[in-house]
């Protein structure tokens, strides 16, 4: 599968650092929602969906977890631990979030506003959806 990964520039100095992101210049939509999940308790497993039109950046600011990518033919699983890099989740891709370290806090970047009817939360009809 072919994976989009984005490497940010930080603006690092004696203070630390200090990473800027704008929609269009740095990933490629507009940010419309802004979202982040932390605190996740041991052993949960999360996501189980995809969407119809939503496009996101996830990264990972403050420790780690895992995110399975299904395409629908292919999965692969990818480890953000960088808070440097951002994951692109394109539509039509089913998602699960998982192994969360107990600092962990994942910013996501989404191209549109939350509306529930954008998602898919059956995997076989992600399937059908996919496959026709
Ligand atoms: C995704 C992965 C990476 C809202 O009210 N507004 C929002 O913008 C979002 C994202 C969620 N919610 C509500 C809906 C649920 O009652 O927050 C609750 C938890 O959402 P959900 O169970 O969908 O969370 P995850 O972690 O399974 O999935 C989320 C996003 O929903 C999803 O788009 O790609 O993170």
Redesign the pocket.
């Given at each position: 599968m072919n994976i989009l990964k984005f490497d940010f520039s930080s603006h690092g100095d004696d203070r630390g650092q200090l990473i800027a992101l704008e929609g269009k210049r740095d990933i490629p939509f507009d940010i419309k929602?802004v979202?982040y999940?932390y605190n996740t308790a041991k052993g949960v497993r999360?996501?189980?969906?995809a969407?119809k039109r939503?496009e996101?950046i996830?990264i990972c600011v403050s420790g780690s977890c895992k995110i399975l990518l299904d395409n629908g033919f292919e999965t692969e699983e990818v480890l953000l631990d960088d808070p440097t890099v951002g994951l692109y989740?394109s539509n039509n891709m089913w998602?699960e979030?998982y192994d969360f370290s107990s600092d962990a806090v994942?910013l996501?970047l989404?191209s549109e506003l939350?509306d529930e009817k954008d998602?898919i939360r059956e995997y076989q009809e992600f399937i059908k959806f996919i496959r026709g």
């Open positions: 929602r979202y999940i999360r996501g189980y969906h969407h939503l996101q996830l989740i998602r979030m994942l996501v989404a939350y998602y």
